[in-house]
């Protein structure tokens, strides 16, 4: 069989290393490009040295694309450079699956609202599709543009749909307390990711006005039918990868314990990346994986719902993803290259 | 001027050897009786190397005590143990500062429901102070037996009290999502704080029963004149010292943000121990220090308040606000010996 | 075609999981048995949670083994342990890669000495052959019985070995400085690997006595064909796995940079999991994958060579060389399930 | 009595805030001013947060200096910056200790060999005195410039230095692995100090040609009366602070274990701040304080000695051992202020 070929754009951050990771031993597609401006010329395990023997592909401007015939290209790109490439190359043949943040959301408005920065390319929120295979299958197979979810909105989404998809919970007044790890701060040396600052210690940020908040609510707005309120708190783990989501909700009605197991089960029958756990699961259970590990109870005492939900931010929160979306997008199997075992410990 | 004379009554675990640390450096008591019935005859250093020098103490059995003459006695002991030596000592001329969480809740028929084990002095119950300076202490001055309290509910009362005292908050619905570091577990080594269990690892734990609920709950009743009910999930970080509480409370009207400062800042404000911070504390912040730092915000797309808690919970968790108890306990300045400085990085 | 039925001995531990872990991916064997005495009839996936709906199997007794076709086993035991299950199988169909210490050295004499027990099984010294593929793969081939190398000493003799086998430096003071993850303590909660023990700490163990001395002095001793004095020191790293070792060793004579690649490129040529690298490597650079990366430098101001070694101890220090040992016995690519990528960060 | 007024040149470092550490609680000093070019006119607790209400000194520039009255001055600043400083003000009457590199070697020859740079003061080194104080405290009390020593340096000396005057090792063949916590590389964000190159993971670095390695061989050259040789190899811990230093050295003739300790007992009789430990030390166990533990024991069967030495690299290695200069220097008790426990865990 001819293999797939695919195209990353940008090549130095932790998204493009791990979409390698994955695609690597991939067997029905080949990685035929990989881009970088600031290093053109180098090898892939120049910029990450252990992949040395595994990836030595050269890297190439984006202006040498017309060399290269490609079926599918992945932007591992930072929010704001996306969108000007999605511009430049929403016309080409190939499909486009973009993991930065900038065609996620509803409208032109939203975005500069939440993001503090003008869109340049509008026309993009009609023709994107929101990449959530458990949730839109259907479109991402006949999409030619996806907005891959953002991080921590994959993991609130997926432990939230099936409640809200139910009609279940009150949707005005949701809270989602997330803690991640410090590569969703990206690969860049700054303050907020220097080992001092992070190793041993623990805080929160972004409060009130994480970006990501308006992601979650949009979505929770589709699946319910309903204006939703989320208050979102993103907290940063001293730990590389991962992402543990608490969602707390009150039940429009008193609920039982089996119900809410019924409720996910049915929800996520088909869904080969969810895992229902028996216990609370903790970020290593999923770590180099696609998995999203959920636990739901329910409190008589207090009348809340509490979902615990678990990702490797890298993968099921970016490249495992984007991979599950291009499978699908190809007409593959699903799971095909996605069948990765958690490192743990 | 003579100084006071203390004994620690068990010595093996973390917050006997945090009591040594800082009481070893107070100028107006002297530590005359280290207990442990395990390692009696062993020196304090022998129990904990990295004292060598500085406390050699020898650990005696508690059958010992009558040959010291003692003004106060700490009790570094499990919850279950403490209970019987109260019991044994409570009409002794030495005053009582019980670590433990014995005599903490209000009745005997609490403490059995929550912590699933008969409590054998139920008389201890009515004696006992409940030992947050910040709330009580005129009734701590004149206390014999201190309940000190547990690591969470410190975090959680001291952050909540302001808004709960005005009865500016909804009290039947608040959200207290606590992450705690490893030494909350104890120095036993087990499953749970296993290295690799824990490293680059999160979760969640204890949901919907977790003993420290009901306390919070008791004292929130107390401050508010209301009957409050309280969710709180206990998490697990990597970190060896310190609690992030984030708490979630929706007002019972509109309030601006800085009506939330100015009432923060009136009701600490003779309150040495609390920093009312500018920004999101970190835990680090506080570590090794009795501390404990507050930051409060309003979301007015939400209405709701978010008021985040940091504390070292083996100092103003447990070690710190013991020594503060004490200190006011014997009349001297309620900062002596507890001028600690934050190790950080 | 038939895959081959491969058992595994012992499933609670790391070396057992991690055997899960890289047999599940592996195309050409089948996992038709996993032992436990201590967890029979429950899962696989009970004992690891983080496998459940990936390794779901029953575990057994290992008195049910007659039950079982079987062409090979592995032993995921202690030491102590192992020798009494190769005395009562060594004679059956099934070949055995032993993963604990008992029949890597020499004979029962050196055994006892180094390892201060009694060896029930001395006749299985001169059965077993010790499982370095880098430098025994035609005995390999033919073995039945595997003494698959420990992980300290995985490390040190691919450092050495082209020095050694070349003759080049003094073989009476080799210095070799290893740094270790806790992994190496096993699963068992102890002291040792109490998280607050090893968190933001470091300390050396095992000075002068530790059993991987002697192994990797015996080993020496064959490759060089001369009698070698190695002084082997570990320490505790707080990371969960991974090896770097750092050895120290004074040429013959006076050598050049480049002979030293020269010597290594050409020694490691057919070597498929040794790279060498050409900067310092770093452990997270082989986490997860059956790679042992290889820096060498001359210090002509010193006349000293210095050689780094870097390993996941659970994989090439464990479990992924005994799986390279099975694809040597079976007859299999030696890769085969071995092409891992590591996960970094 | 009067405080001796002191001064500190440069705000932003981790020397700058370990020194604003201790000598907040020093009792006969106080800090008069505190200069930072990039932040003057913010607080240092503006720079250092958690120092809020603790150290809430404005920042000046040290243009301003003429305007205050001072004792001594500490350099708290970059190797290669604070030449000048020294240049500028070396005829000042306050004494100056510089906690950089600019001064600690023998000449401006072997300096700008070794660290790649010109220096601009070479008539500092004369006056320049090495601040060991363990080794110099006679000329300490006398001097009006210190070099403090580095922290590698630090640990290798201590561990070494009684060896060397009793002439019991062979010098020319002194190996040195050391193992330090990150904040070594400083407080700016780069690659090196990144979370995720640094967490789970360890690596070598600067080997043959780390600047240390002059540091330490030409002081063992001054102990031993020698021409000493050194192998230094640095490596970068996933900890915050310490440093441990395993020495390895043959000795000139056959030991007693005994011998070594009554050797090292003797030499550090008078040094408050060495403790000779029973068991292998680890870096926490001196965590946030001015010790250096010391551990040595002799192999027989290989005739060399080993010697395990560890400090924190910012209190010892830095601001606590320019603390104990400036005791000596101004007449006062030389563990005034420096009682520190460690913070463990």
Not at 161 to 189: F, Q, Y
């Amino acid at each position: 069989m001819t293999k797939y070929k695919i195209g990353i754009i940008g090549a130095t951050g932790y998204t493009g290393s791990e979409l390698v990771r994955i695609l690597t031993n991939h067997p029905d597609v080949e990685i035929t490009m990989i881009t970088s401006e600031s290093r053109a010329g180098d090898l892939f395990s120049d910029v990450h040295p252990y992949l040395q023997g595994i990836a030595d592909d050269v890297l190439v401007s984006l202006d040498q694309i017309d060399d290269y015939e490609l079926d599918l290209v992945f932007l591992a790109l930072p929010h704001g450079v996306s969108m000007d490439i999605v511009r430049r190359f929403h016309d080409r043949s190939f499909k486009i699956i973009d993991l930065s943040g900038d065609f996620r959301l509803s409208s032109q408005k939203v975005y500069e609202e939440w993001y503090k920065m003008d869109h340049i390319y509008p026309e993009g929120f009609e023709k994107a599709i929101f990449g959530c295979p458990e949730l839109y299958a259907a479109k991402i197979k006949d999409a030619h543009l996806i907005a891959n979810p953002g991080c921590f909105p994959t993991s609130a989404i997926l432990g939230l749909a099936p409640l809200l998809h139910a009609n279940l919970i009150e949707s005005d007044r949701i809270i989602i307390d997330s803690k991640t790890g410090v590569t969703g701060a990206g690969i860049k040396a700054k303050n907020v990711n220097l080992y001092s600052n992070v190793n041993d210690n623990f805080k929160a940020y972004g409060l009130k006005h994480h970006r990501h908040t308006i992601e979650i609510q949009e979505i929770m707005d589709k699946i319910s039918g309903e204006r939703t309120l989320v208050q979102f708190t993103p907290h940063l783990l001293p730990v590389d990868r991962g992402i543990l989501t608490t969602i707390y909700a009150r039940p429009t009605r008193i609920l039982e314990e089996s119900e809410l197991h019924e409720l996910y089960s049915a929800f996520y029958a088909h869904a080969p990346f969810v895992r229902l756990r028996k216990q609370e699961p903790a970020i290593k259970d999923v770590r180099g994986t696609n998995y999203c590990d959920l636990y739901t109870t329910y409190d008589q005492r207090t009348n809340m719902v509490i979902v615990i939900s678990v990702i490797d931010n890298l993968i099921k929160g970016a490249a495992g993803q984007a991979v599950h979306n291009m499978n699908i997008m190809l007409g593959l199997d699903e799971t095909q290259g996605l069948k990765l075992i958690p490192l743990n410990p």
